[in-house]
């Protein structure tokens, strides 16, 4: 855990807080807001088609390692990275971002995104 306290404490240039906004708040929160929002994940979909080729074969058991991997290793080091470079406030935008994906056919959704990126970008580079 020393590590990332660390890690968190380490200046970061203007292109990391911008990548790391760009893939964590946006990539992360918004667009798996989006998703939920229209009814459709795309790794389920891709996961799903590749299911019936794997099946029979020796290779069967990557199709519970790839759901394990996409659906609970991933979003967990996601969030355990938003806090490290964001702390509280990084979270806070992350799930402003994600509810307002969600929402997003609405003001009140667009404004939490928009509101969220912000955010994002402020925790990121703040000290």
């Known amino acids: 855990m020393s590590k990332i306290y660390l890690f968190a404490n380490m200046p970061q240039p203007e292109d990391t807080v911008n990548i790391a906004v760009k893939e964590l708040i946006v990539g992360f929160g918004a667009a798996e807001g989006l998703w939920i929002h229209t009814g459709v994940n795309p ?3 891709i996961l799903n ?3 019936p080729l794997l099946q029979g074969t020796h ?5 519970t390692l790839s759901w394990i991997l996409i659906f609970v290793i991933i979003p967990i080091f996601q969030i355990l990275l938003t806090y490290a470079w964001g702390g509280i406030l990084g979270l806070l ?4 971002a994600f509810i307002g994906g969600i929402f997003i056919s609405n ?3 667009i404004f939490l995104v928009f509101a969220g990126i912000l955010l994002g970008i402020y925790s990121f580079s703040a000290d």
């Open 43 to 45: 790794l389920e979909e």
């Open 49 to 51: 088609a590749f299911t």
């Open 59 to 63: 290779f069967e058991y990557c199709v």
């Open 93 to 96: 935008a992350l799930l402003m």
């Open 107 to 109: 003001i009140v959704g």
